[in-house]
T-cell receptor, first 115, second 110 residues
């Protein structure tokens, strides 16, 4: 199993450009999530999904869109990149139960710089 | 709004010593997770604590959860250099939303 994969590993954008960060998992996990990690701030939840067709906002959703058309894939779209979105982005997945999720498995991350 | 605080933020310790990292959270939650992150790398799951009084151990690390005190501890026994990393706790805020602490950067000196 590849686990959780993310592409690209690194990306540089100019202000105003749009792009999509890709995330895929091969563990048949229902739950998938996107986080950003900034120095000194830990990880903050951007969006999450509990299954195909079901997404919801996390702590810091502004400026980002997601969709979940398959169990495996959960892309994150930056609509109009801003320097404040310079960060490391992690995708994660986990199994779900009636009362929450199991531990999350994280992808390797995408380091994004917006100039 | 759920807040998760870890302390200390930085910890430098000698090999062979014991120490404890604390994770406090502000509202009721029965699930707490510990993760490890090496520099420049992704996060790796360490422990899942699902109920009050839960205790889990793996090697030199032991985690516990007191839901009444809203406190989890990660105890390090006889530290070795390989334990140098940043440790995060995460708490579930409502269903399926997770709040992470700011992390504790641990450096074990030979």
């Amino acid at each position: 199993n590849a686990g959780v994969t993310q592409t690209p590993k690194f990306q540089v954008l100019k202000t105003g450009q749009s792009m999509t960060l890709q995330c895929a998992q091969d563990m048949n996990h229902e739950y998938m999530s996107w986080y950003r990690q900034d120095p000194g701030m830990g990880l903050r939840l951007i969006h999450y999904s509990v299954g195909a067709g079901i997404t919801d906002q996390g702590e810091v959703p502004n400026g980002y869109n997601v969709s979940r058309s398959t169990t495996e894939d959960f892309p994150l779209r930056l609509l109009s990149a801003a320097p404040s979105q310079t960060s490391v982005y992690f995708c994660a997945s986990s199994r779900t139960s009636a009362i929450g999720t199991d531990t999350q498995y994280f992808g390797p991350g995408t380091r994004l710089t917006v100039l | 709004e759920l807040k998760v605080e870890q302390n200390p933020l930085f910890l430098s310790m000698q090999e062979g010593k014991n120490y404890t990292i604390y994770c406090n959270y502000s509202t009721t939650s029965d699930r707490l997770y510990w993760y490890r992150q090496d520099p420049g790398k992704s996060l790796e799951s360490l422990f899942v604590l699902l109920s009050n009084g839960a205790v889990k151990q793996e090697g030199r690390l032991m985690a516990s959860l007191d839901t009444k005190a809203r406190l989890s501890t990660l105890h390090i026994t006889a530290a070795v250099h390989d334990l140098s990393a940043t440790y995060f706790c995460a708490v579930e805020s409502g269903t399926y939303k997770y709040i992470f602490g700011t992390g504790t950067r641990l450096k074990v000196l030979a």
